[in-house]
T-cell receptor, first 116, second 112 residues
Framework: GENVEQHPSTLSVQEGDSAVIKCTYS??????FPWYKQELGKGPQLIID?????GEKKDQRIAVTLNKTAKHFSLHITETQPEDSAVYFC???????????????FGTGTRLTIIP | EAGVTQFPSHSVIEKGQTVTLRCDPI?????LYWYRRVMGKEIKFLLH????????ESGMPNNRFLAERTGGTYSTLKVQPAELEDSGVYFC??????????FGPGTRLTVL
């Protein structure tokens, strides 16, 4: 089955600087890679996703890059703000599977702390 | 639109007891998923319902766990009897179409 590794487990960044979180996946068939943000007391919220036919996607201060050959993808947050502090999870998924294998495989999470 | 809701938010039980967790998905979402996060580890898939049918229950740890979704609306996850290693946060998610899953706030289960 799919295995997703995520690094680093913790990350502290000065407010205004950029943060990068990296993930690798094992199953080359995976074709959908969402990123979730989990704030204290809440469930994971989808913040951005990318499909395997795209190399990069941006949404304001957040961007995700995907390298299919190397099987890794990264989350980039620019101009970080205190409200970016949270736990971030990457995940891999096989869209369009005919085998009922429609489950997200998550990384272990990165606790991001923005230092004011 | 109301999001995914879960009840209770927190449950503390003794080893050997029974606990039932409930999830109410977003209205109209046929797909409902259960996940679990054990302290400091990844969020792991437990099972997937399509309406009232179990599509994939490959992640269920053992037969102490029973999930139901009668009528294709809300779902329950029962743990009986609970063991120490069952402690963790149990998340429910729902989706209208495959891929984009919306998560509930989770139920933190502590087994003493």
């Amino acid at each position: 089955g799919e295995n997703v590794e995520q690094h680093p487990s913790t990350l502290s960044v000065q407010e205004g600087d950029s943060a990068v979180i990296k993930c690798t996946y094992s199953d080359s068939a995976s074709n959908y890679f969402p990123w979730y943000k989990q704030e204290l007391g809440k469930g994971p919220q989808l913040i951005i996703d990318i499909r395997s036919n795209v190399g990069e996607k941006k949404d304001q201060r957040i961007a995700v890059t995907l390298n299919k050959t190397a099987k890794h993808f990264s989350l980039h947050i620019t101009e970080t703000q205190p409200e970016d502090s949270a736990v971030y999870f990457c995940a891999a998924f096989l869209l369009g599977s005919n085998f009922g294998n429609e489950k997200l495989t998550f990384g272990t999470g990165t606790r991001l702390t923005i230092i004011p | 639109e109301a999001g995914v809701t879960q009840f209770p938010s927190h449950s503390v039980i003794e080893k050997g007891q029974t606990v039932t967790l409930r999830c109410d998905p977003i209205s109209g979402h046929d797909n409902l998923y259960w996940y679990r996060r054990v302290m400091g580890k990844e969020i792991k898939f437990l099972l997937h319902f399509v309406k009232e049918s179990k599509q994939d229950e490959s992640g269920m740890p053992n037969n102490r766990f029973l999930a139901e979704r009668t009528g294709g609306t809300y779902s329950t996850l029962k743990v009986q009897p609970a063991e120490l290693e069952d402690s963790g946060v149990y998340f429910c998610a729902s989706s209208h179409r495959i891929g984009e899953q919306f998560f509930g706030p989770g139920t933190r289960l502590t087994v003493l």
